[in-house]
C-alpha cells in the first residue's frame, strides 16, 4: 500500500524504458543546426518586429462605449493625418490599443509634435466613436529605446556567462560547453520564431527569452545530475549507453515537469490578449525547444566531448 502511495499517478512512460536516444545523434544536431541557420537568416530578414521599446514611439490605450469600430477609428485618425501603425483589440470587445510612430525632432519641438500627435489621436477616436476614452498614452524617445535595445542583448549574454560558469563549477567543462552551445541553439530557433511569428519584440520578450533560458537550463542539470551519478556507479559502462541510460531514467521527469509548464503558459495563450499572448506563445515555443535540446542537442554534444575524458575508468580497463 505504501509504495502504490509514494508512486505517481500518471507515467508518461513506462518503468524499465530503453530508449536508444544516441542512435539519432546526429540527425538531430544537423537538424538543429539547420533551423538554427535558418533562424540567424530570418534575423535579417524579414528581421525582427521591433516594438515601442525598443524602436521608439506611441502606445495609445482606449476604451469605446460599444464593441470597437476599426474602420471608422483608422479613417478617422487617416482624416487627422495620424500615421498609425498598429491598430488592434486588446482585452475586451471595445478595448482599443493603436501604435504610432514617434514624430522626428529633437528636445521640446519633439515634444509638441507627440503631444499634438496624441491630441489628434484621441480626437480621431471620440469623433469615430462618441464617447470613448483614452486611458492611456506611453511615448518612448529613440535614445531611450537604443539603450533599452543594448541593455537587454547585454542582459541575455550576461546570463548565458552566469550559465556558463554555474554549470562548470557544479559539473565539468564539458558539461558547460555542451549546455551553452544547445542554450545558444535554442535563443537562435527562438528568435526564428519571433521573425517568423512577428510578435513584438520588446522587453516583455526580452524577459521570455531569459524564462526560456532558465527553464531549459533546469532541464539540462535534472538530466546532468543523473548522468554524473551514473559515471560514479557505472564505471565500465560506454558513455553512449550510460547516456541513453540517464535520459531514460530521468524521462518521467522532465515530461511531467514540461508539461505542467505548457498547460500553464497554455491558456494565457489562448486568452491573454495582446498583451499576454505573444509573451504565453514564445513561452510555449521555448518549452519545446528547450526540452527537446536537452535530449537530442545538449546529450549528444556531451557524448562528443566527453567520450575519451569522462570515461577514462573504461579505457584504462580496455588498455589492460
Not at 145 to 165: D, K, Q
Amino acid at each position: 500500500m505504501n509504495a502504490l502511495l509514494g508512486r505517481p499517478l500518471l507515467r508518461f512512460v513506462p518503468d524499465g524504458t530503453r530508449i536508444n536516444f544516441m542512435r539519432g545523434r546526429f540527425i538531430g544536431l544537423a537538424t538543429s543546426a539547420f533551423l538554427s541557420l535558418a533562424s540567424v537568416g530570418l534575423f535579417f530578414w524579414p528581421g525582427l518586429s521591433l516594438g515601442i521599446d525598443f524602436k521608439g514611439g506611441i502606445v495609445v490605450e482606449a476604451r469605446t462605449q460599444g464593441p470597437a469600430n476599426f474602420d471608422a477609428i483608422r479613417a478617422a485618425l487617416q482624416q487627422r493625418h495620424v500615421p498609425a501603425a498598429g491598430l488592434q483589440r486588446f482585452g475586451a470587445d471595445n478595448d482599443v490599443l493603436i501604435r504610432l510612430d514617434a514624430p522626428s525632432g529633437k528636445d521640446a519641438a519633439s515634444e509638441a509634435a507627440t503631444q499634438s500627435l496624441v491630441d489628434r489621436t484621441r480626437a480621431g477616436i471620440v469623433a469615430a466613436q462618441p464617447g470613448a476614452q483614452m486611458l492611456r498614452a506611453d511615448a518612448v524617445g529613440a535614445s531611450v529605446s537604443s539603450e533599452l535595445f543594448r541593455n537587454g542583448l547585454l542582459a541575455l549574454g550576461l546570463s548565458l556567462l552566469m550559465i556558463l560558469a554555474y554549470i562548470w563549477i557544479r559539473f565539468e567543462w564539458e558539461f558547460a560547453i555542451s549546455a551553452v552551445i544547445t542554450l545558444v541553439l535554442d535563443l537562435t530557433k527562438t528568435v526564428g520564431f519571433l521573425a517568423l511569428s512577428r510578435f513584438q519584440f520588446d522587453l516583455v520578450m526580452v524577459a521570455a527569452i531569459l524564462t526560456i533560458l532558465g527553464y531549459s537550463t533546469n532541464d539540462k542539470v535534472v538530466v546532468y545530475d543523473r548522468v554524473r551519478e551514473n559515471l560514479r556507479k557505472y564505471r565500465s559502462m560506454p558513455l553512449r549507453e550510460l547516456i541513453d541510460l540517464s535520459i531514460n531514467e530521468t524521462l518521467n521527469r522532465t515530461l511531467g515537469t514540461s508539461s505542467t509548464v505548457f498547460l500553464a503558459a497554455l491558456p494565457l495563450a489562448l486568452f491573454g490578449g495582446a498583451t499576454l499572448s505573444g509573451f504565453a506563445w514564445v513561452m510555449l515555443f521555448g518549452i519545446v525547444v528547450g526540452t527537446s535540446s536537452s535530449i537530442f542537442i545538449a546529450a549528444p554534444i556531451l557524448l562528443l566531448l566527453g567520450e575519451k575524458r569522462l570515461r577514462r575508468d573504461l579505457h584504462a580497463v580496455q588498455k589492460r
